[in-house]
Structure formats: C-alpha cells, structure tokens
C-alpha cells in the first residue's frame, strides 16, 4: 500500500472519529480512537513511538514521541488546540526527517469541521 493510499484511509477513520466525538476533547482520546479505528481497517498502528536523535553518531534519547506510525510509512500528529501553529507543522516535518520518512498527517481535532484541520507534510516528494 502507498502512502497516499494509507492517508486516504487515515483521513476517512479520522473523520469517523470526528463525527462520533466531535471537537472539545483532549488529544488522548482521539488517539485512542483513531487507534481502535485503523486497526479495524486492518492497518499496522505504532503509538507513542520513542524517537530517538542521532548526534555525532550517536543515538540519544531526547524525549520525543511520534503519536502513530501507520503501516511504517505515514506519520500522524494529533492536536486539539485552537488553531495549528507554524511549529506544528515544523514539529512533524523534523519527525519525518528523523525516521526517513515521506509523508506525515497533522490533524487537529478541535475544529467543528475537521477538514479544516488536516495538514498533509511531505518530507521530499512522493
């Protein structure tokens, strides 16, 4: 499966996800469900992914944690804040970076229409 493939897929459980919960909740609980959700498509889910730094060679344990790596291939972020920041975007982009990866999801679950807060990051092209 390609990556678009995956994030269509991606999108549509989110949406789901949206429509039963709607906005307001904290970002645990669309983890959660986005999780259950893509399981149920069959989909390999990874969640709070240790990610670690590579510094002169060296791995080192830095702190961060990639919400979900779906299928090995695509990156999920999840926000429910007010709005979606530059550095979100920039948050996802070093993540992808860091695991090699071409594609990430930003989504933010706090919108009353969540198309609105989905932010597709290419790292390189697909």
Excluded: W
């Excluded at 789901?16 to 390999?44: F, N």
């Excluded at 990156?75 to 982009?93: N, P, R, Y």
């Amino acid at each position: 499966m390609t990556e678009n493939e995956i994030a269509t897929k991606i999108i549509g459980a989110s949406i789901e996800v949206h429509k039963q919960l709607g906005p307001g909740l904290l970002e645990s609980t669309y983890e959660s469900c986005l999780i259950y959700e893509l399981k149920e498509l069959g989909l390999e889910v990874k969640h709070q992914l240790a990610l670690p730094v590579v510094y002169k060679g060296v791995k080192l344990d830095a702190g961060y944690r990639i919400d979900m790596l779906v299928e090995n291939k695509v990156i999920i972020e999840i926000k429910s804040v007010e709005a979606l920041a530059d550095i979100h975007t920039a948050q996802l982009l070093t993540y992808l970076k860091l695991k090699d990866l071409k594609l990430g999801l930003l989504i933010n679950f706090n919108e009353v229409l969540l198309k609105n807060g989905i932010r597709r990051i290419l790292n390189g092209f697909l």
